[in-house]
């Protein structure tokens, strides 16, 4: 079946120090995937595209790499900040051109 | 730039009854909108897709009768919930893209908290 993977479990990370997070799927083959910000009773916000041909992003902070071998994408914040505490999910393209949306993974920085 | 508006932000109502929540492209022309609902913790599920002028396109388990979906217009989509219950309570978000499918960055609404008593 296909799924896609973020750790449930909460991040916690000491200010200042890189944040990384982890985004796996199984049987895609997405040419795109994208991270996505969401603060508490918000909606997602759009931070970064990658795309199959492409080993790594950055924008600013942020690094994304994706891995189309080992179906993963791994997000990156380097020197962290309180405000980057929220949750982060990942969504890929399935060949039905939908987005399919990881539950994403809470990430705290603790000042 | 791409800003969504949704409205109302939060909404009580009774069971039985309908809410409409409202969401809009500020800024710029939505060919397709997208709903979700979210329960705690838990992913997005997209629950259907919109192009304006046509009707949306349900996701499997999602019921077309009560969840009414317009989109009249490139900026505006609705979603009616009809005889809400309890377990219609969820936060509903709204979506736009500039494309006709759900390819490339989707701009989120605020989200629309329901809470069906």
């Known amino acids: 079946s296909q799924k896609i993977e973020q750790n449930s479990e909460a991040l916690n990370i000491q200010e200042g120090k890189t944040a990384t997070l982890t985004c796996n799927y199984t049987?895609?083959?997405?040419?795109?995937l994208q991270w996505y910000r969401q603060d508490p009773g918000r909606g997602p916000v759009f931070l970064l595209l990658?795309?199959?041909n492409e080993k790594e992003k950055r924008k600013e902070r942020l690094k994304v790499t994706f891995d189309t071998t080992l179906k993963q994408s791994l997000f990156h914040i380097t020197a962290s900040q309180p405000a980057d505490s929220a949750t982060y999910l990942c969504?890929?393209?399935?060949?039905?051109?939908?987005?399919?949306w990881g539950a994403g993974t809470k990430l705290i920085i603790k000042p | 730039g791409a800003v969504v508006s949704q409205h109302p932000s939060w909404v009580i109502c009774k069971s039985g009854t309908s809410v409409k929540i409202e969401c809009r492209s500020l800024?710029?022309?939505?060919?397709?909108m997208f709903w979700y609902r979210q329960f705690p913790k838990q992913s997005l599920m997209l629950m259907a897709t919109?192009?304006?002028?046509?009707?949306?396109?349900?996701e499997q388990g999602v019921e077309k009768d009560k969840f009414l979906i317009n989109h009249a217009s490139l900026t505006l989509s609705t979603l009616t919930v009809t005889s809400a219950h309890p377990e219609d309570s969820s936060f509903y978000i709204c979506?736009?893209?500039?494309?006709?499918?759900?390819?490339?960055?989707?701009?989120f609404g605020p989200g629309t908290r329901l809470l069906v008593l």
């Open positions: 979506s736009a893209s500039f494309g006709a499918s759900s390819r490339g960055t989707q701009y």
């Open positions: 800024d710029f022309q939505a060919t397709t």
């Open positions: 919109s192009n304006e002028g046509s009707k949306a396109t349900y």
């Open positions: 049987n895609y083959s997405p040419a795109y």
């Open positions: 990658i795309r199959e």
């Open positions: 969504a890929l393209e399935d060949s039905n051109y939908q987005l399919i």
